[in-house]
């Protein structure tokens, strides 16, 4: 059993075991503390991983329009008995023309790598993958945490899935001239940013090219806090004014195109399970604006010297994600963020390999410590209806390239 999450029904399929005490309360504890000793040495890597990409989904039009567009052929072959063939719009996800340096499927991977590598610890997965590096012990120049810049662009180049990850990294290290601070502030941003436009790869290193002026660099650098945290919080609205904006203005690109806005107005608004997180997503909007009011309502009474530098950064967060909700799906590696994701919007189906775990399809504003209310419906029904469509879909596809009729794998 592979681990990977399925685009077109939103499924994950997960090759390790779901702990008893998970399936008692569910994933809350999970998403609040994926390292814990007690779901083992796998689920920590490979659930976050898949989940991430359900995020990525849920934030990027890119990713979204393209499955609206693998959702059309199948809405085609249910009403017209007819395969019709994929757009270029679909195979150029995954090619890498000369062009450009690596492609949009290689930087989604990138994307996730970078959040479990930051989440995980690059100590430990260079134990847990058996990398060697040959500097690990030098411990200057820190990230955060007790790993190094060494260690941290060595995982993100090695592994065994490095193929599938590694080129926009190295990419990026190569136009940095090896600022590892630069990258890890800024992928995160640009990132976010370019899964927004029609063109991400092109906005991506375009982003990442303007980020290396000179004046740039230094604005960043003297408002660095040694505080990766914090410090994603505090450039975010630099770094969208002085390099992402430009960036798309500069390539006459709209701003930012969510997988919501294409649930939204699109076709996958019939889709039985992506239309649920429309409503989904109105109940952590709504909390984070509440939790910030929580949050500032004695603040004009206290001198900012009378908080701590965790009281403060606290604060940043939480007030950044009721002004900019998106700054959530850009940071899922920010523990607050990941958090609020993992309950509000946890992935409708995922296959472990003792069991299938449905969420809920009606969110709670609140997460709770009690098991789970089974009174409540999952997403378990319309999932099992999905797969059936899917599964016959794509069998009409195999049995088309084989020249054979539609229906000969029914």
Same mark, same amino acid.
């Given at each position: ?14 090759? !390790? ?24 040495? @796998? ?73 479990? @590598?930051?989440?995980?610890?690059? !100590? ?5 993958? %058996? ?69 991400? @790869? ?52 709209? %701003? ?12 996958? %608004? ?10 989904? !997503? ?113 069998? !009409? ?14």
């Amino acid at each position: 059993m592979s681990n990977n999450f399925e685009y077109l029904n939103g499924a994950i399929n997960i090759s !390790a075991p779901l702990p008893d005490i998970l399936q008692e309360k569910g994933l809350d504890a999970f998403y609040e503390n994926p390292n814990n000793a007690k779901w083992g040495d @796998v689920l920590c890597r490979v659930l976050y991983h898949e989940s991430i990409h359900f995020w990525q989904f849920l934030a990027s039009g890119y990713i979204a329009n393209l499955i609206s567009e693998e959702w059309k052929r199948l809405d085609h072959f249910e009403q017209m008995n007819e395969i019709i063939p994929k757009s270029d719009f679909l195979k150029n996800f995954s090619q890498r023309p000369e062009d450009i340096p690596f492609s949009p499927y290689e930087l989604t991977e990138c994307w996730a790598r970078y959040w479990d @590598v930051h989440t995980r610890s690059p !100590a430990r997965i260079i134990q847990e993958e %058996g990398i060697e590096i040959g500097e690990a012990k030098t411990y200057n120049n820190r990230l955060a945490g007790n790993y190094s810049w060494i260690e941290y662009d060595t995982i993100m180049q090695q592994g065994e899935d490095s193929h599938l990850y590694a080129q926009p990294y190295r990419w990026l290290l190569e136009k940095a001239s090896g600022n590892s601070y630069l990258i890890a502030l800024l992928f995160p941003v640009i990132t976010h940013a370019s899964f927004g436009s029609p063109d991400p @790869v092109s906005v991506f290193t375009s982003c990442f090219e303007r980020a290396t002026e000179e004046d740039i660099i230094k604005e960043i650098m003297e408002h660095r806090s040694g505080n990766i945290n914090f410090d994603w919080i505090n450039s975010w609205t630099f770094a969208w004014d002085k390099i992402v904006l430009p960036t798309l203005e500069e390539k006459n690109l709209p %701003g930012f195109t969510s997988g919501f806005d294409v649930i939204q107005r699109g076709t996958l %608004g019939t889709h039985p399970i992506y239309r649920e997180y429309l409503e989904k !997503a109105q109940v952590l909007w709504k909390f984070v604006k509440l939790a910030n009011m929580f949050d500032t309502s004695g603040e004009d009474q206290n001198d900012i010297s009378d908080y701590s530098m965790d009281e403060i950064e606290n604060h940043a967060i939480k007030e950044m994600a009721a002004n900019n909700p998106w700054i959530i799906f850009a940071l899922p590696g920010q523990p607050h963020y990941r958090n609020l994701l993992g309950h509000y919007l946890s992935p409708p189906i995922i296959s472990f390999k003792n069991i299938t775990y449905s969420t809920n399809k009606a969110t709670s504003m609140w997460e709770s410590k009690d098991k789970m209310d089974e009174t409540h419906e999952t997403f378990e029904s319309k999932a099992n209806e999905l797969e059936i469509r899917i599964r016959r879909f794509r069998a !009409a596809e195999k049995a088309q390239s084989l020249g054979l009729p539609l229906n000969a794998f029914e």
